[in-house]
């Protein structure tokens, strides 16, 4: 967990080269509820930049239901349907993002992909691809 945490800061502090977003991490971990899953995932920039980064965040998980291949949108999958959808960000050095879901019985997940579009015209969209892999609670 230690190394975990410390390759998350050096990421902020000594980014790449790259501008703009970075997907950092994210982490699966199980609910308290059959088939509730915690997605927390990080979005960073470089720390050199001084300015407030925002944009559209989507998020979408890749999986089968049986033998059919099946795509859901994060925002269908919320176990709250009374929460809002984290779909945009807005931040200086690095943000948190969480969402609890719930996937339908009999769904059997392979991935998640994410991609974050920042605003503006000479911004660029990340995407990232994760495998479905549960962390420890």
Do not use: C
């Amino acid at each position: 967990m230690l190394e975990e945490n410390l390759g998350f800061y050096r990421g902020i502090v000594s980014p790449d080269d790259s501008k703009g977003v970075q997907i950092q991490e994210l982490r699966i971990t199980t609910a308290d509820a059959p088939n509730h899953y915690r997605l927390q995932l990080f979005l960073t920039q470089a720390l050199r930049s001084d300015r407030p980064i925002s944009g559209v965040l989507n998020m979408r998980i890749l999986g089968q239901i049986g033998s059919v291949s099946s795509e859901l949108q994060l925002a269908e999958l919320l176990s709250d349907k009374g929460l809002k959808t984290p779909d945009k960000f807005r931040f200086r050095y690095f943000q948190e993002v969480l969402a609890e879901i719930l996937l339908p019985e009999g769904f059997e997940p392979s991935s998640v992909e994410i991609s974050a579009r920042p605003a503006g015209k000479k911004s660029k969209t990340v995407e990232e691809s994760f495998v479905w892999q549960l962390n420890a609670g």
